[in-house]
Every structure is written in structure tokens, then in C-alpha cells.
């Protein structure tokens, strides 16, 4: 949150601000969060501020000094940013519609084309490999665009319109899909890795060959006319239409985002749910002989009434509510639990004080590496499962600024 004490002096003007600002050159002024809409704020300087999140919209910014400020998903709507001087700022997911820009204006290219397009200032939308990365493109108009191998990586797309878009080959790692026109769009070969698609309308869309793994597809608009490879319809249908009482023997359901599907009493056997995420889930007396489920994410999960004979459960991610057959429990199948179990002081010195000979030592530690390492990797998992929340809730953000955009 904002420092009160620099926000009450923000509000008295640039004047007393500069001037304050002044003796104290090596103060990083935070404004994270503050509500500075509609202020007279030109020729201040801002320079290195925290201004994270705060709100500027119909701020007057002409002829500010911003250079290195940081402001992440900062609202410029409508901000008067012409003269103003933002080098080195971090303008990831900033919200620049309606805001005012000039030839003057001290800007990376790349946030100023992202102004350009949000406030359709270029009538050309050759964009061959352009870096759009970690940029806020709400409702944006991309429609008939080439974005050939774009860098678009974290991107929110929500409610944008790509209809008839080319991507081949175009990087949307973890990017916000949800509610986009995606008709006729074409996506051969792009990476939709974890690529967020609900509401998203697919009529037509192509995605045949595209990296679609752990990409969410509730609620997603699929239709006849989408081409898509077999395995990734399969998911859709099951993560919209539910598994429950399903013959899915032999499915190949790895690397999906499954979760919080219902597959209770579910013929799972010998299918592949490696990697998978099933965070949630209902496998209620489910059929898992010889599944695997390597490497899954079965945090939340109650597998005690399921069939788990032969099931490969090593590696798999599991918390506190996960459910698991005692006979599982008991044995070594190299479970990981997510959350670190609490370590009594008295056990870490009892520990300490034991004398151990050299050789007990050297595989103390070698030991002590290999569960690192494979805590480390299930973390790494865990993380990037998560990734998507910011995008969704800057969308949210973003839905109470643009009421009635449906």
C-alpha cells in the first residue's frame, strides 16, 4: 500500500513535490495502489516511484519525469501523457485506453504500440514476431491480424477480437483468452501452454498441432467447424460435459488441466493422467488399474474408494486433503506433499546433537539432495499451475472499468 506520508505531499502538487523530492534523491517514493485519478500532476517527478497498481486515469502527467518508475497494471485511462518521460518504466499489463501520447512522449516501442492498438491508431496489423509479452490487449482489435511467431506470453487478450487472426507459430504461454473472438483464428503450431480459453468462441478456430497443454477450456465455445487434434477435443469435452460413469480405457489425458472434473466412477484403466492436473476432482470410486498418474496433481483429491491397483503413483503432487488408501499411504510410492509438515524445535536440536560417523554423513546429504531437488521440481509445477490468477484478476479489474462489455 501507498506510504501516507507521501501520498498527503503528492496531493499538494507538483511544486512542493519537486521540491521535497529533491533533498531526498535516493528515496523510492511509494505509491503502490494509490487512488491519484484526475490529479494535476505535470512536470512532477516520479522518477524510480513505486506506482504499482495505483489509479491515474484522466491523471495530467504532460511533461513527467517517470523514468524506471514502476507502474505494473497502473490504470492510464484517459492520462495525459503527452512530453512525459518514461524510459526504463515497467509498463507490464498497464491500461492505456483513451490515454494521450505524442511524438514527444518518451516511451519503449513496445508499450507504445500496444497504445497504438488498444486506441486503434494504426491501420496496419503486420505484426510478424512482435514482442506483446506481459501486455494488457483487453478488447483489443486484431481481427485479420498476422502475428506469425509474436511473443505474446502472459498477454491478456480478454474480450479481444481476433477473428480471422494468423498465429501461426506465435507464443501465448499462460496468455488470457477468456470471452475472445477466436473464430476462424489460426493457431498451427503456436504454443497455448496453459493458454486460459474461457468463454473464449471457437467457431472455426484451428488448432490442429498447437501446444495446448494444462490450457483451460471451461466453458470454451468449440463447434464442428473447429479443428482441433483428437486428444485436446477430448478434454474439452470432458472438462465440459463431465466424466462421470465414462469408458475412457487407454485415454491419453496427459499434460491436461482436468481440474475439479467429475469422474466418479470413471473406467480410467490403463489410461495416461501423468502430469495432469486433477486438483479437486471427483474420482469417487473411479477405475485407475494400471493408470498413470506420475507427476499428477491430485492436491484436494479423494482416491480412497478408487481402484488403484497397479496405478503409477510415483512423484505425485498431494496436500493435506488429499485422500488416499492406507495401503497407499503405508507403502513407498515417493508421494509429495505440498505443504511442509511442522518441525518441533526440540526434534531439529535432538537431531543436531546426534554424532553421526563420516560415512552415515555423505549419504545424510546425498540423500538430503535428492529430496530437494524433487520438492524443488514439484514446487516449479505447482507454480506455474498457478500462473493465470494475475490475468483473471486483472480481468476482473478490468470488467468494473468497462461495465456492460459482454
Known amino acids: 500500500m501507498a506510504n501516507e506520508e ?23 517514493p511509494n ?11 505535470s512536470d512532477i517527478n516520479l ?21 524506471n518508475a514502476n507502474l505494473l497494471g497502473a490504470n492510464l485511462l484517459g492520462t495525459d501523457l503527452r512530453g512525459a518521460n518514461l524510459r526504463g518504466a515497467n509498463l507490464d499489463y498497464v491500461i492505456f485506453s483513451q490515454a494521450k501520447i505524442d511524438a514527444k512522449t518518451a516511451i519503449a516501442t513496445k508499450s507504445r504500440k500496444v497504445w497504438e492498438i488498444i486506441n486503434k491508431q494504426t491501420s496496419n496489423k503486420e505484426f510478424t514476431g512482435i514482442d506483446l509479452s506481459n501486455s494488457n490487449l483487453f478488447r483489443a ?19 479481444a477480437n481476433l477473428k480471422d487472426a494468423y498465429l501461426y507459430k506465435a507464443d501465448l504461454t499462460n496468455a488470457n483468452l477468456s470471452n475472445a473472438d477466436l473464430r476462424n483464428a489460426y493457431f498451427s503450431h503456436a504454443n497455448l501452454t496453459k493458454v486460459y480459453l474461457s468463454g473464449a468462441s471457437c ?12 490450457a483451460n477450456f471451461k466453458t470454451a465455445k468449440l463447434s464442428h467447424k ?17 466424466a462421470a460413469k465414462k469408458n475412457l480405457t487407454g485415454a491419453d489425458l496427459s499434460n491436461a488441466n482436468l481440474e475439479g472434473v467429475n469422474f466418479e466412477s470413471a473406467n480410467l484403466t490403463n489410461a495416461n493422467l501423468s502430469h495432469a492436473i ?55 510410492t515417493n508421494l509429495i506433499v505440498k505443504e511442509r509438515p511442522e518441525i518441533k524445535p526440540e526434534s531439529i536440536s535432538t537431531s543436531l546433537s546426534v554424532k553421526k560417523s563420516p560415512g552415515q554423513g555423505i549419504i545424510s546429504i546425498f540423500i538430503l539432495g535428492i529430496i530437494g531437488l524433487t520438492i524443488a521440481g514439484s514446487y516449479i509445477f505447482l507454480n506455474n499451475n498457478s500462473n493465470n490468477n494475475f490475468n ?7 470488467e468494473q472499468l468497462f461495465p456492460g462489455a459482454t
Open 47 to 67: 522518477k524510480g516511484a513505486n506506482l504499482t497498481y495505483a489509479n491515474l486515469s484522466h491523471t495530467d502527467l504532460s511533461n513527467a519525469q517517470l523514468v
Open 6 to 28: 507521501h501520498l498527503a505531499l503528492l496531493k499538494q502538487g507538483a511544486t512542493e513535490w519537486n521540491q521535497w523530492k529533491k533533498k531526498r534523491k535516493r528515496l523510492i
Open 141 to 159: 482489435d486484431l481481427s485479420n491480424a498476422n502475428l506469425s511467431n509474436a511473443k505474446l506470453k502472459n498477454t491478456n487478450f480478454s474480450k
Open 278 to 332: 486433477l486438483r479437486r476432482s471427483n474420482l469417487g470410486r473411479a477405475n485407475l488399474t494400471n493408470t498413470a498418474l506420475i507427476g499428477a496433481n491430485i492436491c484436494g483429491v479423494d482416491l480412497d474408494h478408487a481402484n488403484l491397483k497397479g496405478a503409477k503413483l510415483k512423484a505425485v503432487v498431494s496436500d493435506r486433503d488429499t485422500q488416499l488408501p492406507r495401503i497407499i499411504t503405508n507403502s513407498k
Open 31 to 41: 505509491l503502490e495502489k494509490a487512488n491519484l485519478s484526475q490529479l494535476n500532476l
Open 226 to 242: 473447429t479443428i482441433i487434434d483428437f486428444k485436446w477435443y477430448s478434454v474439452w469435452e470432458i472438462v465440459n460435459r463431465g
Open 203 to 214: 467457431d472455426g478456430t484451428y488448432f490442429k498441432d498447437a501446444q495446448l497443454q494444462f
Open 392 to 398: 483473471f484478476q486483472l480481468q476482473q479489474k478490468l
